[in-house]
């Protein structure tokens, strides 16, 4: 069965430094994964994704995203935090030939000015 | 990104009365639609997928009786909630997907209130 992990409940960051938001996942096989960020009574919002290629995967609004197979790890990273980038973030996985995605638990980022 | 409009928003309903959730994909078609549950501070949990013109597929543990989905067409599906209670207070999200290797794409979510 696939399974994502998000082992931080939040993460602090100073305006300007840098971020990371840590995920880990389970599959059989080659994984699916995605990043999505969550504001408040919102929807979730697609950040980046990797199916295959480079593991370094560049999205939107700065973020980027390393695929470690050995690790079975897709961090989310952003060299330099806005205020704005305050939200909750999902990592997610799907199996090949599954259709639906497997949520993370969630990590609550909070950016200080 | 392509985008998905559910409505309500919000609802507020009374115990004992149905309530009904669309999701629109409004600018693609889309063959798979997800609906997903979350509660307060927690995770999405996956509560059925729909493709268009069969019946949806539940999670277990869901009832498929009270939770009613329709994806009647490839640009709506509909999760009618009936006979809620206050237990049923959620916040429902429904996300869309037209090729299987692609993102899917979330609605806003709707947020169910029962009094």
């Known amino acids: 069965a696939q399974s994502v992990a998000q082992p931080e409940d939040q993460v602090n960051v100073a305006e300007g430094n840098p971020l990371t938001v840590k995920c880990t996942y389970s599959v059989s096989g080659n994984p699916y994964l995605f990043w999505y960020v969550q504001y408040p009574n919102r929807g979730l919002q697609f950040l980046l994704k990797y199916i295959t290629g480079d593991n370094l995967v560049k999205g939107s609004y700065g973020f980027e995203a390393e695929f470690n197979k050995s690790q079975t790890s897709f961090h989310l990273k952003k060299p330099s935090a806005l205020v704005s980038d305050s939200a909750l973030y999902f990592c997610?996985?799907?199996?090949?030939?599954?259709?639906?995605?497997?949520f993370g638990s969630g990590t609550r980022l909070q950016v200080q000015p | 990104g392509a985008v998905v409009s559910q409505h309500p928003s919000w609802v507020i309903c009374k115990s004992g009365t149905s309530v009904k959730i669309e999701c629109r994909s409004l600018?693609?078609?889309?063959?798979?639609m997800f609906w997903y549950r979350q509660f307060p501070k927690q995770s999405l949990m996956l509560m059925a997928t729909?493709?268009?013109?069969?019946?949806?597929?539940?999670e277990q543990g869901v009832e498929k009786d009270k939770f009613l989905i329709n994806h009647a067409s490839l640009t709506l599906s509909t999760l009618t909630v009936t006979s809620a209670h206050p237990e049923d207070s959620s916040f429902y999200i429904c996300?869309?997907?037209?090729?299987?290797?692609?993102?899917?794409?979330f609605g806003q979510g709707t947020r169910l209130t029962v009094v």
């Open positions: 729909s493709n268009e013109g069969s019946k949806a597929t539940y």
């Open positions: 600018d693609f078609q889309a063959t798979t």
């Open positions: 996300s869309a997907r037209d090729q299987p290797n692609t993102e899917a794409f």
């Open positions: 997610a996985v799907r199996e090949p030939g599954r259709r639906a995605l497997t």
